[in-house]
Nanobody, 123 residues
Framework: QVQLVESGGGLVQAGDSLRLSCAAS????????MGWFRQAPGKEREFVAA???????YYADSVKGRFTISRDNAKNTVYLQMNSLKPEDTAVYYC?????????????????WGQGTHVTVSS
């Protein structure tokens, strides 16, 4: 059974940094594309970043230049380094895995989801 477990969330001040991790129990992790989404209270889930098995990366415009997605296939883990955090980054952050992904920003393209980790950025 595939499990994705996020960690690294917390309460920080504007301008601070956090690094989220997502550990995946996927035997063939390196063959999956991985993504990060977030959902703020009262809002829909939105795309944050993705990394294909090739290493190609994609970002939402709102986080471009501040967030960096990376993966360590030896550890079955994907990371999201978040710098210069803003109050509007406050949300529950989810990681997701997709075996076949045509559109990185569409939630339905992903096969597996984690339970999420909370990130709160105070002003």
């Amino acid at each position: 059974q595939v499990q994705l477990v996020e960690s690294g969330g917390g309460l920080v001040q504007a301008g601070d940094s956090l690094r989220l991790s997502c550990a995946a129990s996927i035997r063939t992790f390196s063959t999956y594309a991985m993504g990060w989404f977030r959902q703020a209270p009262g809002k829909e889930r939105e795309f944050v970043a993705a990394i294909r098995r090739s290493g190609a990366t994609y970002y939402a415009d709102s986080v471009k230049g501040r967030f960096t997605i990376s993966r360590d296939n030896a550890k079955n883990t994907v990371y999201l380094q978040m710098n210069s955090l803003k109050p509007e980054d406050t949300a529950v952050y989810y990681c997701a895995a997709a075996y076949i992904m045509r559109s990185v920003s569409i939630p339905n393209e992903y096969d597996y989801w984690g339970q999420g980790t909370h990130v709160t950025v105070s002003s």
